[in-house]
């Protein structure tokens, strides 16, 4: 379980997350949506452990991040480091050693090459892979789908659902409202920091809507294309 109380965030005069509460529980998946500027990732943060912040956040383990695994839209890797050395070193901060790495390289990714040599969606899939064996019992994925291909987007999606199997606790953040609707349990919306609504599966397609029309109004009609 993690659950928040009144958490805020505020950088220098701008409150960035205001009074957000949300509970997370085992064998869930959560979508977190919002226009960008919106907080998701700040929140993120937030839970494990990277800003300060004011409110709570509880959970099943102490310290919360040593049993998290954080996927950032773009991930870090040290500039002379391998693929191959970049999840050993995830690994072991876990105490995860002997991995037969090679036979888990699900993705067929050049493991003895440097990582900062790879393309967006293959660091994207190197810091998955990492964070997926360290056996983590929550995962927060922000934008796990972008920037990745067709045949990967569709991998992740039934890793997710694994996990879920597994009872553990994912959290979501996408711009793909289609990817949250095959794999979430619940999704939030946040608007300006502000927690707007909590919507449960049988209303995916009402909150999709409602984002369409939010989000477009009148604007396509404002550029006259002819």
Do not use: W
Request: charged residues 25%; glycine residues 8%; aromatic residues 8%.
């Amino acid at each position: 379980m993690i659950k928040m109380n009144d958490l805020s965030k505020v950088f220098g005069d701008k409150e960035v997350l205001k009074n957000v509460s949300m509970e997370f529980s085992k064998g869930n998946v959560y979508g977190i949506v919002g226009e960008n500027g919106a907080g998701k990732t700040t929140l993120f943060r937030c839970i494990a452990g990277l800003e300060s912040y004011s409110g709570e956040i509880i959970s099943d383990f102490t310290p919360l991040k040593n049993h998290l695994g954080l996927l950032l839209t773009d991930p870090f890797f040290f500039t002379m480091i391998t693929g191959r050395e970049y999840i050993r070193l995830l690994c072991n901060a876990r105490g995860k050693t002997n991995l037969d790495i090679d036979s888990k390289n699900i993705f067929d990714l050049p493991l003895h090459q440097y990582a900062s040599t790879y393309s967006t969606g293959m660091k994207k899939k190197l810091a998955i892979t990492a964070i997926l064996l360290q056996e983590n019992e929550y995962f927060i994925l922000d934008e796990p789908f972008n920037g990745v291909d067709i045949q990967s987007n569709i991998i992740l999606t039934e890793i997710i659902l694994k996990l879920k199997e597994l009872n553990k606790i994912v959290i979501i953040s996408s711009h793909i409202f289609s990817t949250l609707s095959e794999t979430c349990d619940e999704i939030h919306l946040l608007r300006k920091g502000e927690q707007i609504k909590s919507v449960q599966k049988s209303g995916f397609k009402n909150l999709e809507q409602e984002m369409k029309e939010m989000t477009i109004g009148n604007r396509i009609d404002k550029l006259e294309l002819k």
